[in-house]
């Protein structure tokens, strides 16, 4: 069977060029101004011009109700004016929290900005912030769209690793994902657990995948667990506790199924004929 890598895409030369030189402008101004407040302007700022097309300036008219909906648009760009989910929690660091949640605050607008599915800028975007925002993040990491995470300040992301569409990444607890891990759509990796008598009390545990594992779609990975090096969780399972290298794991919840050396490579299909094709093609 044929193996499939990512293909290299890129934009026009000029979209490129723009896309890089305001990516190399963010990272420069957020790693020379840490102060939260700094921070908060210059994300202010880039949001109002993603999100309304023109540079923030002017003053808002409150007198207007028929303006309200507008302002409230206007101030919501503003991180200093809503609140993130994390901030909720017990356990947060305010400090640390602060000192990123305008950078959260980028990511999540970014996502649901009229250029939020732009991959090839996504990519970059993303893992440019994460530089600011993750314990640590490494090389030639691919972050889509959609990705949501807790605090940040304690996520390791590793070399080469793919995070797919609308993946869950809690890191209230330390979570690290391994060099090489792909996490598919909608699947979860939680780091805390709640008493089940008394769910205001909570338990932050380590939380560690790979590396080289595949969590695949929709399915989760629960607090404290360590998934082995190059293991499959398989679609809608729960891991809820540890998994050994090179397993493949299903199931409510995950029990093994079968080691990578038992697997049965996908048989080769090479004589199959398509149906003709009746969808329209461009010339």
């Known amino acids: 069977m044929p193996r499939y890598e990512y293909r290299d895409l890129h934009p026009s030369r000029e979209a490129e060029e723009v896309y890089l030189r305001w990516l190399k402008y963010l990272d420069e101004e957020f790693t020379k101004h840490r102060k939260p407040e700094l921070r908060a302007e210059l994300v202010h700022d880039n949001l109002h011009q993603l999100m309304l097309g023109q540079p923030k300036g002017g003053r808002l008219n409150f007198t207007l109700t028929s303006e309200l909906p507008f302002n409230v648009l206007k101030l919501s760009l503003d991180s200093a004016n809503i609140t993130l989910e994390p901030e909720y ?3 947060i660091d305010e400090k640390r929290y602060a000192c990123i949640k305008p950078l959260i605050y980028f ?3 970014f996502d649901r900005s009229p250029i939020g599915l732009n991959h090839w800028l996504g990519f970059r975007f993303r ?3 994460g530089k600011h925002i993750f ?3 490494g090389n030639n990491v691919k972050i889509f769209h ?3 995470f807790s605090f940040g300040y304690n996520l390791v992301i590793e070399d080469d690793c793919v995070i797919h569409k609308f993946v869950m990444l809690d890191d209230r607890g330390e979570l690290i994902i391994r060099k090489g891990t792909s996490i598919s759509d909608y699947a979860s990796v939680y780091s805390h657990a709640h008493d089940p008598i008394d ?3 909570v338990e932050n545990r380590r939380t560690e995948v790979g590396p080289k594992a595949r969590v695949t779609i929709h399915a989760s990975v629960m607090a404290g667990v360590n998934v082995g090096e190059d293991t499959i969780i398989g679609a809608n399972g729960v891991a809820t506790r540890d998994i050994a290298p ?3 794991v299903g199931g409510v919840p995950a029990k093994q199924l079968k080691t990578k050396d038992q697997a049965t490579p996908f048989k080769d299909r090479s004589t199959y004929k ?3 094709s009746t969808g329209e093609h461009c010339e």
């Open 127 to 129: 893992a440019m912030l």
């Open 135 to 137: 314990k640590h993040i």
């Open 146 to 148: 959609g990705v949501e």
């Open 246 to 248: 090179h397993s493949i």
């Open 274 to 276: 398509a149906p003709p």
């Open 89 to 91: 929690y017990g356990d």
């Open 199 to 201: 769910g205001g009390i």
């Open 107 to 109: 990511w999540q607008m």
